[in-house]
């Protein structure tokens, strides 16, 4: 546009605007909303700049070769996010030009300074740009403002006790940056960041304002130091990683600037809707028993099935009754008193899905006689029933009103899930305006029915509530492969689903989890964090930018690989795992993840690294990112595959490159975004997937085990055998013969999990499983359909696994991780062969405070070695076999130390011994190849 025209084009808008009453956010100027005024005030700069100066009117110019640096202005009280995002943009600013860091400081710059840019509202910007842009209405909401020789950058801020609560000028810092000085941040680390380089930084003049719809933008990152404590410092992992602890700290640094840029870390509703009532059996169940859910068997907060019992953290409330009422406000007024901004308390009754709800008159007088069933467990009693909701709306509606009656007109809600037994919405109760819900549903990580199914309930929710929130497990979604590293996208869909809630009344997100598997699920992962701030936003274009960004010459490529994924994954969707955690993922992942498959994403990989080759050095960097991810893709798939042969009765070597491919990834990029380590670590232990993603061991194959005595006698003593959290043990038995085996779930401390159990034939097919409830024992039997050795598998979370008899010999099997037994006195037995020069025996106790003793005793019953009080560095048992020395039966004795009692005792044999062991010397099983030519008349075993 030339000068002439451009004066007469500012001549007409100031003709319009002054005769329109256009609303504030009526009108689009360009890609900015702007209202009347605004456009006025921009009109009279652009004509005085034009007319002037005789340049390109309006051009703001913030950096210019030869010429002074901007200065970034703050308030001098500038709350704590408008600081720490000037420093933000005082940094990128700074790497865009290439030049030394820009001042950031809370006075006024002299004349010799460059353009100002203001950060945080101060009198002065009113000086420049007037008082009525900061007039904010709605929460969070700011204003970026550009004419010559300034830029403000100015939001709704607020500061209640020690905690900022809204946030607009950080907020609109991280937008500028994005949207008008062009930084992207695709995942967290220097890789992921793309920030162009420029000698001159200039725009037109312009007037940009915003409110985010969704005041809650919470993806739960999972942290690295914490999974480090919880992971890697377990005693059961044998391999620690060099600096761990400070490359985790500084990946968790940089996720928290990822949370910054894209505006989730700031959000201004805190929906607090957490299961509320975990803690409140411990305090109050000796003087206030009725507090708690009358159970069909009379009692109170007890006895619920899967294993949830006394005392716990899923024990359910008798919620009709005024007294509980009344102490959940005194909690409230507790929670207020040392943090006075919050304005949301749960009333989500503790987890437990569909177990253990009240069965008292008052409590079932709330629900209604019809409507949606769910399925109701007790203690010995199950049930269908219609569904909660009904009963917990009024509940909350209870509260609510509470709230009102005690705060007045304060802004203070009930927070409250609907989820579980009390998902659907209500048939009969209208819900307080001060209750806010938040729906638990994977919306477009779920088959279609159930995609649809959820939006209908979302819909009737948001017809009622006045503040609706997300709360998806999207990272738990389809088999629970967003866990192990495999490619979960579900990016169109996202981008579906969010326009539709937005629609109906969205105001807040909360995702469990982002595990950091970012080059596997990195696009989705951004598309959530972009969709969060604008849930309307073009997925399409959002997804063009991030390839383009990313991956320059190869972004058609990479696009194009990231498109198979997700085809495939609306596949397994449909199959009906998206409603699974884990269950049958060695079942999923061959189905759908074929050869054909990662043949043709190979193809594409190949093709994107051809086209960066000659490119630049980040670009090659990037693509090689993505193709760490395509190796872990490979090498699960091979793995799951080969492990499940192995059960079959392969040999384990041929797992054994699979696996080492596995961890080596893994290892090999720690310090890095490619692979979440720790939480794959973590999965693979608690979600009972050791042996399809586990180290490949002799012992996990079906068929090659026989006894060592044809007398195999069961446990007699109920003390012999108590492993704590998890084992796998093992029975031998003929085809046809009844096998007996009496299982207990041993309590510790106040842990209340269920102890789970599969049993695996010969062939590795199920033969039987089940639950087993907090301190109850359960006879399981079965005809053993073939002669072999069948495995029993147990879970019990943190609790013990106790076998108290048995009429077979009962063996525990190591599973590539230290056998964990409880700290009581234990005898176990173990194989040594004679063609062996030397062996390792391994016992640990747990930390400084944990101690144990250890015995090892020869096949003759003398003892070899002792010793007491062992910490958690453990103590390695090193035999050589010489003529004093018989192979045979050999038995280990362990047990607390001297100083200070053992909670947990650690063992594990060499790599040479058969990783099995027996707690009756007649039980011993073998593998075939070193039990053949045992004499069972050895005194040994008799």
């Not at 899930?417 to 819900?437: D, K, M, S």
């Not at 973590?682 to 026989?706: S, V, W």
């Amino acid at each position: 546009m030339y000068h002439g025209e451009k004066i007469l084009f500012n001549l007409c808008l100031i003709h319009c605007f002054a005769k329109s009453e256009v609303a504030m956010d009526a009108c689009m100027f360009g890609e900015f909303r702007v209202c009347r005024w605004l456009v006025l005030g921009v009109c009279m700069s652009l004509m005085v700049a034009s007319a002037s100066l005789g340049e390109e009117a309006g051009e703001v110019v913030l950096v210019e070769p030869g010429k002074a640096l901007p200065v970034i202005v703050i308030p001098q009280d500038a709350p704590p996010h408008t600081a720490e995002a000037a420093e933000e943009l005082a940094h990128y600013l700074s790497r865009i030009v290439g030049a030394d860091e820009i001042v950031v400081t809370d006075e006024i710059p002299n004349g010799s300074a460059g353009a100002t840019i203001w950060v945080g509202h101060r009198p002065e910007v009113e000086d420049v740009f007037g008082a009525e842009p900061f007039a904010f209405e709605r929460p969070e909401a700011f204003v970026v403002m550009a004419q010559p020789g300034h830029v403000a950058i100015v939001g709704r801020d607020a500061v209640v006790g020690r905690a900022q609560v809204e946030s607009g000028t950080a907020n609109g810092v991280y937008t500028f940056l994005q949207k008008h000085l062009g930084v992207r941040w695709l995942w967290p680390g220097e890789l992921g960041e793309d920030v162009p380089s420029r000698e001159r930084v200039a725009f037109e003049s312009f007037v940009y304002e915003y409110h985010p719809q969704l005041r809650q933008r919470l993806l739960r990152l999972t942290t690295n130091r914490a999974g480090h404590v919880s992971v890697l410092g377990r005693t059961e992992v044998d391999r620690p990683i060099p600096d761990l602890e400070a490359i985790a700290k500084r990946k968790d640094e940089e996720v928290s600037r990822w949370q910054r840029v894209q505006r989730l870390a700031h959000g201004s509703f805190n929906m607090r809707a957490q299961h509320a009532f975990q803690d409140w059996w411990s305090r109050y169940q000796a003087d206030n028993p009725d507090f708690f859910a009358l159970q069909p068997d009379g009692g109170r907060g007890r006895n619920i099935a899967t294993g949830w019992s006394t005392p716990g953290q899923h024990i359910k409330l008798c919620v009709s009754n005024p007294r509980v009422w009344d102490q959940w406000l005194v909690e409230v007024e507790r929670d207020l008193a040392n943090r006075p901004h919050l304005t949301v308390f749960s009333g989500s009754p503790n987890d437990g899905t569909s177990n253990g709800y009240c069965v008292c008159e008052d409590c079932r007088a709330w629900d209604p006689d019809s409507g949606p069933t769910v399925e109701l467990r007790w203690d010995g009693h199950e049930e269908e029933h219609v569904a909660l909701t009904d009963r917990y709306v009024r509940f909350w509606n209870k509260l609510a009103r509470g709230l009102r009656d005690r705060y007045g007109d304060r802004d203070m809600y009930v927070g409250a899930w609907a989820y579980a037994a009390y998902r659907t919405p209500p048939v009969e109760t209208a819900l307080e305006p001060n209750v806010a819900i938040g729906f638990v549903g994977n919306l477009p990580a779920s088959p279609t029915a159930q995609r649809e199914q959820d939006k209908e309930n979302w819909r009737q929710w948001a017809e009622m509530a006045e503040k609706m929130v997300w709360r998806p497990n999207l990272g738990h979604a389809a088999a629970g492969l967003g866990y192990w590293g495999l490619p979960l996208l579900y990016t169109a869909r996202a981008g579906e689903d969010f326009a539709f809630l937005a629609d109906h009344n969205m105001m807040g997100l909360d995702v469990d989890s982002v595990y950091h598997h970012w080059s596997t699920q990195g696009p989705q992962y951004y598309v959530l964090a972009q969709l969060a701030w604008d849930p309307r936003a073009d997925v399409q274009a959002l997804l063009d930018d991030y390839y383009e960004r990313g991956f320059g010459s190869a972004a058609s490529s990479i696009q194009a690989y990231f498109d198979l994924f997700e085809r495939v994954q609306y596949e397994v969707f449909e199959a009906g795992a998206g409603l699974s955690r884990e269950a049958h993922i060695e079942k999923i992942v061959p189905e759908f993840y074929t050869a054909e498959l990662l043949e043709e994403a190979d193809a594409l990989l190949r093709v994107a690294e051809a086209q960066v080759q000659d490119g630049h050095e980040i670009l090659r960097d990037r693509v090689a990112f993505i193709r760490t991810g395509f190796e872990l893709i490979e090498a699960q798939v091979e793995l799951m595959a080969k492990m499940t042969a192995i059960r079959e009765g392969a040999s384990p070597a041929i797992a054994v490159d699979a696996f080492q491919r596995t961890q080596q990834l893994f290892e090999n990029n720690f310090d890095n975004f490619a692979l979440g380590y720790l939480q794959y670590m973590n999965f693979k232990q608690y979600r009972r997937l050791q042996r399809y993603l586990g180290p490949p061991i002799p012992e996990m194959q079906q068929t090659n085990m026989i006894p060592l005595s044809a007398d195999s006698a069961g446990i007699k003593d109920p003390e012999q055998l108590v492993v704590r959290r998890r084992a796998t043990f093992m029975v031998y038995a003929d085809g046809g013969e009844r096998v007996t085996l009496e299982l207990e779930n041993r309590q510790l401390s106040d842990y209340d999990e269920a102890l789970t159990f599969v049993v695996q034939g010969p062939n590795g097919a199920l033969v039987e499983d089940g639950s087993i409830n907090v301190g109850r024992r359960q006879v399981v039997t079965f005809t053993a359909p073939s002669r072999g050795t069948y495995r029993v598998h147990c879970e019990a979370g943190r609790n013990r696994i106790g076998f108290r008899t048995t009429n077979r010999a009962v063996m525990l099997m190591e599973e590539g991780v230290r056998a964990r037994l409880s700290g009581d006195e234990q005898v176990l037995y173990f194989w040594v062969p004679e063609d062996i020069d030397s062996f390792e025996v391994y016992v640990s106790g747990r930390g400084e405070r944990s101690l144990a003793r250890a015995e090892l005793l020869d096949p003759q019953g003398s003892v070899q070695a002792e010793v007491d009080n062992i910490d958690g560095d453990g103590h390695s048992f090193q035999m050589k076999m010489a003529d004093s020395l018989r192979p045979g039966l050999w038995t280990l004795k362990v047990g607390p130390g001297s100083k200070r009692r053992a909670q947990d005792i650690f063992v594990r044999l060499g790599g040479t011994l058969p990783q099995v062991f027996a707690v009756e010397p007649k039980g011993m099983l073998l593998p075939e190849e070193f039990g053949k030519d045992w004499d069972a008349g050895d005194p040994s075993v008799q």
